[in-house]
Nanobody
Framework: QVQLVESGGGLVQAGGSLRLSCVAS????????MGWFRQAPGKEREFVTQ????????NYADSVKGRFTISRDNARNTVYLQMNSLKPEDTAVYYC???????????????WGQGTQVTVSS
């Protein structure tokens, strides 16, 4: 079965940086739009960013534009999320997602990772 395994979460001070990674297995990686969602305590899961199979097209939520960068390495079946200038409001569980299209809702996601916690202290 398809697996998405995230890593790289942790605790960081406001203004700091973290890099998340997600390794995919048992799917034709380059055929999928890969992305990241996040879910803060008491809130719904929300879209963060996504990248097309050829890595030429990306899409970001307004709240992270200019601070987060998504990239992918199709040879390694891996998608990355570089997070800079982190804010306390970025604190959430971050989920890797694979979808067949460009939808930014949770219903557009075919496969989910297990999530990795990111905590930003003020």
């Amino acid at each position: 079965q398809v697996q998405l395994v995230e890593s790289g979460g942790g605790l960081v001070q406001a203004g700091g940086s973290l890099r998340l990674s997600c390794v995919a297995s048992r799917l034709t990686f380059r055929n999928y739009v890969m992305g990241w969602f996040r879910q803060a305590p008491g809130k719904e899961r929300e879209f963060v960013t996504q990248i097309g199979g050829s890595a030429y097209i990306t899409n970001y939520a307004d709240s992270v534009k200019g601070r987060f960068t998504i990239s992918r390495d199709n040879a390694r079946n891996t998608v990355y999320l570089q997070m800079n200038s982190l804010k306390p409001e970025d604190t959430a569980v971050y989920y890797c997602a694979a979808g067949a299209g460009w939808g930014t809702t949770t219903t557009a996601v075919a496969y989910w990772g297990q999530g990795t916690q990111v905590t930003v202290s003020s």
